[in-house]
């Protein structure tokens, strides 16, 4: 059975690193699905959902914000600014944070940095729309 090998990584560490048979993307040009002896390609990872099937352990989710996708010889490199296992979101703990920085922005005082809680925002918000299995809405 042919494989191909992945390492999934942020500023948190390596969040996942194994052999697969096949892995799904999003992407700025769309959803791509790369096999064993895909071509050599490097393009943007957008915020979603990447989902992996190992012959061990089935199907896996990660819930990701923007980074970069490196494929090359049978190897995929994901950088992610932000990443995390979507089964293992906890809600509560997600829409405590949505609300932490929504009020943090709200108060919009001097020393707060709006960069930082705009990221969390975000995060909070990619991982909440995965962890519930939410689809965006076509128009």
């Known amino acids: 059975m042919n494989k191909f090998e ?5 500023p948190q560490g390596v969040l996942f690193k194994g052999n697969l048979l096949a ?3 999003p992407t700025a040009s769309g959803i791509i699905t790369v096999l064993p ?3 050599s390609l490097v393009t943007k990872l957008i915020n979603g959902e990447i989902v992996v099937s190992t012959s061990e352990e089935g199907l896996k989710k990660f819930s990701v914000t923007n980074g970069f996708i ?3 010889n049978n190897h995929v490199n994901v950088i992610s600014e932000f990443a995390t296992q979507s089964d ?3 809600k509560e703990k997600v829409e405590n944070a ?3 920085a ?3 922005k709200e108060k919009r005082k001097e020393f707060v940095d709006m960069s930082a809680i705009e990221s969390e925002l975000k995060r909070s918000v990619v991982e909440l729309k995965s962890g519930l299995g939410l689809r965006r809405k076509k128009v």
């Open 37 to 39: 002896g895909h071509a």
């Open 70 to 72: 490196e494929i090359e």
């Open 88 to 90: 293992k979101t906890n």
């Open 23 to 25: 892995a799904t993307f």
């Open 98 to 100: 949505i609300k932490l």
């Open 6 to 10: 992945i390492e999934i990584l942020s």
């Open 102 to 104: 929504k009020a943090m």
